[in-house]
């Protein structure tokens, strides 16, 4: 989840949080921090009708901001979707005040949640939702050659927090392009892993290498504490 805009008073808890899902988990958040009487504004398409001078009607679908009161609430899990439904709570061009619609809030389409009061359960849930990693109790780098994924792994979902991909040509007699580049690649796994997996996190107690099997990236491991590493070179499991 990205927080994208936060405008809350200090003095009542009243206001606003702008909020943009990106992972499955992120709408079951959003559904968890919904309830009745919530003011949420999304983009929609609604059907519009218009009337020309000669009488004639003709309707079109126009994208169009919407923000309505939430009277109704679900989450589908089969479309990962959270749908809401109620009148509509703002001045528009194409919908009358107090008009019933659906807005569909789902994965990459940001949205803003407007509450009278944000007690801090919710903006606790927010927090975790905008920081999953630090409820990570594994670090996961998944190692092909010349690719690789460096995942944090909670009890509830896996993130994906950087994919890494570099050419490695093929062999070839004569030539030192391919041991450059698996140098390079590996080089590079190390400056992304150092940044992104801290093992002074209060969860963070262990690292799942999952690795092309390759001498070079043992170097890598002397950066890391071994009673936290975990190898897996093909079948063979070295701890």
């Known amino acids: 989840m990205k927080l994208l805009k936060r405008n809350i008073s200090a003095k009542d808890g ?5 909020l943009l899902p990106t992972t499955p988990e992120d709408l079951w958040h959003t559904y968890n921090l919904l309830q009745l009487t919530d003011l949420v504004r999304c983009t929609t398409l609604r059907k519009v009708s218009k009337e020309s001078s000669t009488g004639s009607v003709t309707s079109s679908k126009v994208r169009m901001n919407l923000t309505i009161e939430v009277t109704k ?16 709570s703002a ?56 690719l690789a994924h460096v995942c944090l792994v909670t009890g509830s979902v896996t993130v994906t927090k950087a994919r890494i991909e570099v050419n490695v ?3 070839r007699t004569g030539s030192s ?16 892993n150092r940044s992104i997996i801290h093992f002074s996190a209060p969860l963070l107690s262990s690292l799942l290498l999952s690795l092309h099997k390759d001498a070079i990236y043992r170097a890598i491991l002397a950066h890391i504490p071994f009673d936290k590493v975990k190898c897996v070179l093909g079948k063979n499991t070295i701890l």
């Open 177 to 192: 392009a391919h041991g450059k580049s698996v140098v390079k690649f590996y080089v590079c796994n190390l400056d992304v």
């Open 14 to 18: 009243s206001g606003s949080i702008t």
């Open 73 to 88: 609430l679900e989450f589908d899990k089969d479309t990962l979707q959270v749908r809401i439904s109620g009148p509509n």
């Open 91 to 146: 001045e528009n061009q194409h919908v009358k005040m107090g008009a019933f619609h659906t807005l569909t809030l789902e994965l990459d389409r940001q949205f803003t949640i407007e509450k009278l009061c944000w007690d801090q359960i919710y903006l606790d849930r927010i927090d975790e939702a905008c920081h999953p990693e630090r409820e990570a109790e594994v670090a996961v780098v998944v190692m092909g050659l010349g």
């Open 169 to 171: 040509p093929k062999k």
